[in-house]
Structures are given as structure tokens and as C-alpha cells.
């Protein structure tokens, strides 16, 4: 890899492919924008030059509209400079498509769709390299730190049909990144938690269909088998990804539990690494809001609800904390119901008030259904005399609403 001085970095800069400190700590993903606060955030660390093994790609006006670079799964794709992308088959998955220009749900389908190509991989057992990994980790903590309000509401209210997998990995990893954040953990670590929740269910993927998919009771060798996974994953993570022991044990460890009556070696409490209680609380919290094949997902409050009885059970009790604080007990998305009648969603959490979120009306007091140009929006820090009721379950709100537009 090449060296590029940090006082050479220029907002803006595009390369070729990812761009590292350090050599393995990701700076910016391939075809991402460098920020000035990415620069300004080197020189805070005092880190003087950064590598990689890509070129400064032309994106002026007037420059070549494309290049060729070499894939990630080893073949070689045409790399497209214009910002507006093309239309394209939903299936198609490259790196010319990055998320610079495009809003945040897109750029959250095309998480999804780059990590659901990983597993379709995995599953057939083609080889993928770490690096196409890596860009996937790189992007989400971009898209993350710059549209966090945006992520939260689209993992409690997305209705994304397929992918299944790679939807929950995503989702998993966009809480673990808010909660590694909260926690500060250090930027090299964060990567590692945002990489190792993308890939902690991946053993899944060569587990016999008939298990992973069976509606009914597993027999006690089916549930061995089951368990298994977090070995199966940390042999891929490690032995094809060659990722580092660090990562190896988020994938191992997230199965653990608090208080050692978790799998694969019962270890307890800050025995477990702190990526592993990190990826533990961010997979609980996305499987109880999502929905499966064999049951209804939970509201966000219903979710949160739930980790706060664990009582030191599963779960490392900061890392809830820390949740909490970047989500509020009523999470971004959520529909609640204000002590004077009002029907409200939530659109933005207070981390030191996580009862006292900020609300955008949808049925007044008086029963009437505003319009979005009749949009109203409520601080409640700032308007003491009002307080949630209590959650309403979305499922509810249309009924609600024809209610009020007849009341």
C-alpha cells in the first residue's frame, strides 16, 4: 500500500479503494467523499499519513465517467463517477454505487443489498475478501454518524421484503455502532464492533436449512447444532476472513450471557468482550422489533421494556444504558399516546430525559388528523403539563385516524 500525507488529504478526495490508518484501521471506504471532519479528526489523533492501495479518482466535471478497478470478489467492475446513478435491476450489487448522493433510506437498501451479497457467498461458499467487508463497515459508520435519527427509524419502521438476513445484520450493526459511540469506545474499536455484528450470525448460513427453518420444537440435537453457530462463525471470520482475535470474539462471545448461563463457554460479566455485549443487547433489541416467519415483531417501547426487566441476566447493564440514551425508552418511530388524548410520533430522543422525546402530532386533543401542512411538533422538555400515556401499537394507528377524521 501507498502512503498519503494527511496535509496532501483534500475534502472531497475520492479513491480507488478503501483508505486505512494504520494499515487495517478503515479511514474511508472505497468511492466515499473525505470529509473535513475526517481530516480534522486525523490530525485531533495526531496521525500524520494514511494508506491504500487505490488511486485518486477524477470526479470533475469534465473527467472520464468511468475506470476500471478490481473487485472486491476478484473480478473486475467498471467504477461510474457521475453522481447521479442509473437505474439498475434491484439485484444488482456494486461498488459504483456509492452513498455520497444519495438519500439515507437508499443508502441504507444498499447496505443491505452489499451485505446480502456477502451471504449469498458465504452460503455457497465462494470466497469473498475482507476488504469488500470492510467497505461495507466503513460506509455504515458514515451513513450512521450522519443520519442516526434516519437509521433508528428505519430498523423500528423499514418494510423491506427479502434478505432477511442481511437486513438483521444491518440493523444489528447500526445499533451497535450508536451504542459503541455512546460508550466512546475508541475508533478502531467501533470498527471492529460495527464488522464483527455484520458477521455474527453468518454460521447460520451453513447450518442445514431444515433446522435454521423448522416452526416447531428443536429436538436436543438439533439444538446442539443450533449452538454451535458462534464457533462455526468465529472458524469464517478468522480462518477465511483472516480477521483479527478481536473481532473473532464478538463473533464467538455474543451468545454469552452476563450472568454465565450463556454458550459456547459460559464465561460471565466483563469476562465477555465489550464488542460481544455490544452485538448481544443490539441483536436482542433488533430481533424483538423485526419481523419473522413465526411470529409478530414487538414495538420499539415493548422492546425496551423487555431489556430493562433483564435484571443482570444476559446483558452487561451499561450496555443497556447506553442504548437507552441513544434510543429513549420511546424509540425514534414510535407512536404514543400524550396524557390530554393527543396521537403523536416520536422523531427525536433526549439522552438524559428518554421520557421527554421530541413528538410530531398526528391527532390533536380535539380529535382532529393534521395534515403535514398542518404539521406540529412538541418538545416535551419544553412542555412540562404533557406527558406519554402509553405506547400505541402500529397495527392500531389506522383505525385511530379513521376515528378521528368521523369524531
Known amino acids: 500500500m501507498k502512503k498519503v500525507l494527511v496535509k496532501d488529504l483534500k475534502e472531497g478526495a475520492v479513491y480507488s479503494r478503501p483508505v486505512y490508518i494504520d494499515g487495517d484501521n478503515l479511514f474511508v471506504p472505497a468511492g466515499v467523499a473525505v470529509r473535513e471532519k475526517d481530516i480534522a479528526r486525523l490530525h485531533s489523533w495526531g496521525v500524520e499519513s494514511v494508506e491504500t492501495e487505490g488511486v485518486l479518482v477524477d470526479t470533475s466535471p469534465g473527467a472520464e465517467k468511468n475506470q476500471v478497478i478490481t473487485d472486491p470478489f476478484g473480478s473486475d467492475i467498471l467504477w461510474n463517477t457521475d453522481p447521479v446513478p442509473s437505474a439498475s435491476n434491484d439485484n444488482d450489487i456494486s461498488l459504483s454505487r456509492g452513498h455520497e448522493n444519495k438519500g439515507p433510506y437508499d443508502n441504507y437498501i444498499e447496505l443491505i443489498k452489499s451485505l446480502d451479497e456477502v451471504c449469498i457467498n ?9 476488504s469488500f467487508i470492510d467497505d461495507i463497515s466503513g460506509r455504515l459508520l458514515h451513513i450512521v454518524r450522519d443520519n442516526r435519527q434516519s437509521m433508528i427509524g428505519f ?3 423499514g418494510e423491506i421484503k427479502g434478505r432477511t438476513m442481511a ?18 469506545l475508541l475508533p478502531h474499536k467501533i470498527l471492529q464492533v460495527i464488522t464483527g455484528a455484520l458477521l455474527h450470525d453468518v454460521g447460520m448460513l451453513r447450518m442445514p436449512k ?7 420444537g428443536l429436538s436436543a440435537g ?6 454451535s453457530h458462534p464457533l462455526l462463525t468465529y472458524r469464517i471470520v478468522t480462518r477465511e476472513f483472516l480477521y483479527s482475535e478481536e473481532v473473532g470474539l464478538i463473533v464467538l462471545q455474543h451468545h454469552e450471557r452476563w450472568d454465565g448461563e450463556g454458550y459456547p463457554s459460559g464465561i460471565s460479566g466483563v469476562e465477555i468482550d465489550i464488542g460481544a455485549r455490544i452485538v448481544s443487547v443490539a441483536d436482542a433489541f433488533e430481533a424483538m422489533v423485526s419481523h419473522r416467519p ?3 415483531s414487538l414495538m420499539g417501547y415493548q422492546a425496551m421494556k423487555n431489556l430493562l426487566s433483564d435484571n443482570l441476566k444476559r446483558f452487561d447493564p451499561d450496555v443497556i444504558k447506553a ?8 424509540p425514534i418511530g414510535s407512536f404514543i399516546l400524550l396524557n390530554n388524548g393527543t396521537l403523536a410520533k416520536v422523531i427525536k430522543v433526549q439522552g438524559n430525559a428518554p ?7 398526528l391527532i390533536d386533543d380535539s380529535g382532529k388528523v393534521l395534515g403535514q401542512s398542518e404539521e406540529k411538533v412538541i418538545d416535551l422538555l419544553v412542555e412540562k403539563n404533557l406527558f406519554i400515556a402509553r405506547a400505541v401499537d402500529p397495527a392500531d394507528l389506522k383505525d385511530m385516524k379513521e376515528a378521528g377524521r368521523h369524531g
Not at 458465504?122 to 475482507?130: F, N, R, Y
Not at 437486513?167 to 466512546?184: G, H, P, Q, R
Not at 438439533?222 to 449452538?227: F, P
Open 355 to 361: 421520557l421527554r422525546p421530541t413528538i410530531r402530532i
Open 122 to 130: 458465504i452460503s455457497s461458499g465462494v470466497s469473498v475478501k475482507a
Open 222 to 227: 438439533e439444538l446442539q447444532r443450533i449452538k
Open 323 to 330: 442504548l437507552i440514551q441513544t434510543m429513549g425508552i420511546y
Open 210 to 216: 431444515e433446522i435454521v427453518e423448522k416452526r416447531g
Open 294 to 296: 413465526y411470529r409478530n
Open 167 to 184: 437486513k438483521s445484520l444491518v440493523n444489528t450493526a447500526i445499533l451497535s455502532a450508536l451504542i459503541a459511540e455512546e460508550l466512546k
Open 155 to 157: 430498523i423500528l419502521g
